[in-house]
């Protein structure tokens, strides 16, 4: 599934690669467990630099760039690791920005400032895969 017809890696799964490292930060080294049901994406941007081949390992990580009052970019790299004689490397980056919409609300909110104290410090998290 994460391949397309000509062997390397279809366009859609880095996004599913980024957001499991989305979900590893924000989930468990953030510990903010409301962050998912209220953060609809209003941008994404990738950058693709290499292929990555059926059965290559991955690793996706994803940093916060920057916290709005009401929105916040995250910067995400992924990096192939050597593979049938390819030395890996970077293969995409790019941005993610999301929108602090709170379960009920029509339109995007401050952020709580549990998330603010949290985010503020955060370190990049990361995840591998295949």
């Known amino acids: 599934m994460d391949t ?3 062997g390397h890696q279809h366009n859609s799964a880095v996004m599913r690669w980024v957001e499991s490292a989305e979900a590893e930060l924000f989930l468990r ?3 903010l467990p409301d962050y998912f049901p209220s953060v609809p994406r209003i941008h994404q941007e990738i950058h693709f630099k290499a ?7 991955i690793t ?15 910067a995400f790299e992924i990096q192939g690791h050597p593979h049938d004689g390819l030395t890996g490397g970077l293969a995409a980056f790019g941005t ?10 029509a339109k995007a909110q401050p952020w709580p400032a549990e998330v603010v104290e949290a985010v503020s410090p955060a370190q990049p ?3 591998t895969g295949s």
């Open 4 to 6: 397309d017809a000509s």
């Open 29 to 31: 080294t953030l510990k």
């Open 51 to 57: 292929k990555l081949w059926f059965g290559q390992r």
């Open 60 to 74: 996706a990580t994803v940093g916060i760039s920057r916290l709005g009052r009401t929105s916040m970019t995250y």
């Open 96 to 105: 993610v920005t999301v929108a602090h919409v709170p379960p009920g609300s």
């Open 125 to 127: 998290a990361q995840t």
